[in-house]
């Protein structure tokens, strides 16, 4: 079975521009969750897609929004991009009733 | 919402020593409890995981034990070896596959040869 792939694996952006991050879930898996991993911290939960609907969200603002799509794969997307943002983001895939949560490599993203 | 306390920030072991690594959590709603491992430039992998309904399980080097009346767990690695340097997050969950992960801040793990 394939893993979690992400897309781009590194990015740099200016401040204010608009980024959109990619991710594939793992085959079988039908949720998608985003985090952000600042350096040294532990991932901080952004949102959850279901059913191609969002079904949960963490303390990010709506300038962080996302989608999910048919085949379950899923895009983050941030305007209006602050420095603070510069950070590794992850995708999460799984499966709804089963134990375990399958993580990308990441995306780093810097904000300059 | 969730709270997760992991310690300590940074253990350093001599390899073949143990480690043990502990969290605790806030929320008693919680039912899953997974433990990864992040490598540099990775992203977390799991090794090991525990729901609320057991007390301890093992694999191979590995152990994890879970308190439900304190709401806390530990990892346990035994014979460490110098692979087993890393970043190892502990998280929980109520909903294992459609809630989200709470994360500890991490641990760092460095075995010296």
């Known amino acids: 079975e394939t893993g979690v792939t992400q897309s781009p694996t590194h990015l740099i952006k200016t401040r204010g521009q608009q980024v959109t991050l990619r991710c594939s879930s793992q085959?079988?898996?039908?949720?998608v969750s985003w985090y952000q991993q600042a350096l040294g911290q532990g991932p901080q939960f952004i949102f959850q897609y279901y059913r191609e609907e969002e079904n949960g969200r963490g303390n990010f603002p709506p300038r962080f929004s996302g989608l999910q799509f048919p085949n379950y794969s899923s895009e983050l997307n941030v305007n209006a991009l602050e420095l603070d943002d510069s950070a590794l983001y992850l995708c999460?895939?799984?499966?709804?009733?089963?134990?375990?949560?399958?993580f990308g490599s990441g995306t780093r993203l810097t904000v300059v | 919402g969730e709270n997760v306390e992991q310690h300590p920030s940074t253990l350093s072991v001599q390899e073949g020593d143990s480690a043990v690594i502990k969290c605790t959590y806030s929320?008693?709603?919680?039912?899953?409890f997974p433990w990864y491992k992040q490598e540099l430039g990775k992203g977390p992998q799991l090794i090991i995981d525990i729901r609320s309904n057991v007390g301890e399980k093992k694999d191979q080097r590995i152990a994890v034990t879970l308190n439900k009346t304190a709401k806390h767990f530990s990892l346990h690695i035994t014979e460490t070896q110098p692979e087993d340097s890393a970043v190892y997050f502990c998280?929980?969950?109520?909903?294992?596959?459609?809630?989200?992960?709470?994360f500890g801040k991490g641990t760092m793990l460095l075995v010296s040869p």
């Open positions: 999460a895939s799984s499966l709804v009733g089963q134990d375990g949560y399958t």
């Open positions: 998280a929980a969950t109520m909903n294992s596959g459609y809630s989200t992960l709470t």
């Open positions: 929320d008693s709603a919680s039912n899953y």
């Open positions: 085959s079988g898996h039908n949720t």
